[in-house]
């Protein structure tokens, strides 16, 4: 019952501190970076491209570089200088706004959202294989996925990284690598802003640690599970969400 009422007290401070990030007055950029006063819709937006030509780039995000007009592709190469990312990640940007079918005057807040997450996603990534509770580089094969996955997110593959994630957990014999893969299968899913099945995967990851040996690790997992089902509610009216997240908190 502890662990229940733990569980739910996590949760509404998370659903707390997004709900008063969600609706700040001021996000403030690092240098280089973009900044937002007030809110999105409103705001005075320092990318340098208009919205209308954001949105132009989410039409032509899937053709070659070569067959964009000269202005795409300078907008292309700002882009990656403001939001820091390579050219492969700002295609796989544009790719992921379009298919979402963002509206216009939530580009620039989805745009950041996506840059964030794929930044996220490089740090902390595993450089070593641990089997059987011994730190090891011996299993060749769950390192060599692992290490694809990542030259897969290097190049905006995202698809690609899901699915070779996928094999890791499959095959990956210690419990905490294995919730890992999960793990960095739902920052994937977050990143294609797909929070119903980012939640999906932290919820996998949670469930496969040891209650007793990881336990403040699972409850991470939890509180990133109750974030990404969060986000499904306030992006898709999902009310349901919430009473899943609910439905699923650990019993004591």
Request: aromatic letters at 4%.
């Amino acid at each position: 019952m502890k662990q229940h009422m733990r569980f739910i007290a996590t949760l509404g401070v998370c659903f707390l501190a997004l709900n008063t990030t969600t609706h700040a007055q001021q996000v403030k950029a690092d240098t280089g970076g973009i900044a937002i006063a007030g809110s999105v819709a409103s705001s005075t937006i320092i990318i340098g491209i208009p919205l209308e030509k954001v949105d132009e780039l989410l039409r032509e995000a899937k053709r070659p570089l070569e067959d964009l007009t000269v202005q795409q592709r300078e907008n292309i190469a700002l882009l990656k200088e403001k939001l820091d990312l390579n050219e492969h990640k700002v295609r796989a940007t544009l790719g992921i706004l379009g298919e979402n079918n963002i509206p216009l005057e939530r580009l620039i807040d989805k745009l950041i959202e996506i840059a964030e997450n794929f930044k996220a996603l490089q740090e902390g990534w595993p450089q070593t294989v641990v089997v059987r509770g011994v730190l090891s580089k011996t299993d060749p094969h769950v390192f060599t996925l692992n290490a694809d996955a990542q030259r897969a997110i290097e190049r905006g593959d995202l698809a690609k990284a899901d699915a070779l994630l996928a094999d890791v957990k499959r095959l990956e014999p210690n419990a905490k690598n294995a919730a890992e893969a999960s793990a960095r299968r739902g920052e994937i899913a977050l990143t294609r802003l797909r929070y119903g099945e980012a939640a999906t995967h932290f919820a996998s990851a949670a469930a496969a640690l040891p209650k007793t040996a990881y336990e403040d690790q699972r409850i991470s997992y939890l509180k990133k599970e109750a974030s990404a089902l969060y986000k499904q509610r306030d992006e898709l009216g999902d009310n349901d969400a919430l009473l899943s997240a609910r439905s699923r908190a650990p019993r004591g």
